[in-house]
């Protein structure tokens, strides 16, 4: 593959060199890019395994104008977190569950994903490379984007003779900077996913279409869409980026992953540590109606962590809900964010060393 280094600048960086630590303003991180030093990259072609993979330097790289992933959007990616633990490990928050989704995604997209094994050990090498970017605790994690694309040129649709299985990184502060919940708009207009298509897997093609949405919520003041289902308009699904939970009484329910929703690895984690606290986890069918009796609302996701939602509009009404520190979701994500760092032991193996 064709390389050349990107020699990107950016506001974040610092002009004093740190052994250990990259220059970065570590303070003032938000969830945009932050080039780090090297990316992984392995090649496989249509029917045979990948290539062993190998670390270069972070930058462009040459793709055909005419491949899979440019044309027909053949894509899938994943995301998940490095953290530097007070005791000085660098740790995963469980990257087989984003290996094993990547398999899920590459079967509905129709292309070869790496094994289990080579996926967490790319991952592992490629923080490893970059370990000078991995935020000091407390401040933030490494953000790792593995990628599964369609690399080869592929004119008729049809899946790409070539895939690439590349992860790049940036360190990362909070999603959504306001400290305070988010305040959502339920979007009446446009749909996120349908039965049958590929909302349930982490296609690329997911996420460009709800820009539309989002970038309309924010001119209005909204922090982000909350999107319905597709054959009814009835149900609550999924927050542009993230997956979203309710809670009223004991009860904390949250949309099912039949098809048209992202099973979040986080989703999933809230449930059990939810369950583990003695709530009772639902995975049904949400009705937007129980928005207006939901005492909490919250949405979880690697980006995300858990974030409490504030307010929910629904056409031209807001409801309100509790947030702060007594609210269910900040114990969740304290719970949460404590085995993520190391703070407290972590019981469920879900932790795994650098
Ligand atoms: C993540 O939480 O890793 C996501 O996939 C969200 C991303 C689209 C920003």
Partial sequence: MALSVLLSSSPLLT???DEKYANVKWDELGFALVPTDYMYVAKCKQGESFSKGEIVPYGDFLISPCAGILNYGQGLFEGLKAYRT?????????????????QTGADRTCMTPPSLDQFVEAVKQTVLANNKWVPPPGKGALYIRPLLIGTGAVLGVASAPEYTFLIYTSPVG?????????????????????????????????????????MEARSSGFSDVLFLDAATGKNIEEVSTCNIFILKGNIVSTPPTSGTILPGITRKSISELARDIGYQVQERDVSVDELLEAEEVFCTGTAMVVKAVETVT??????????????????LHLILTNIQMGVVEDKKGWMVVV
């Fill in 86 to 102: 007070e005791d000085g490990r660098i740790t995963l928050f469980r990257p087989d569950q984003n290996a094993l989704r990547m």
């Fill in 314 to 331: 629904i056409h031209d009404k807001k409801i309100k809900y509790k947030t702060g520190e007594k609210a269910l979701s900040t114990k």
């Fill in 15 to 17: 002009s004093k060199a």
């Fill in 174 to 214: 909070n999603y959504h900077k306001a400290s305070s919940g988010l305040n959502l708009i339920v979007d009446h207009k446009h749909r996120r996913a349908h039965s049958g298509g590929t909302g349930g897997v982490k296609s690329c093609t997911n996420y460009s279409p709800v820009v539309k949405s989002v």
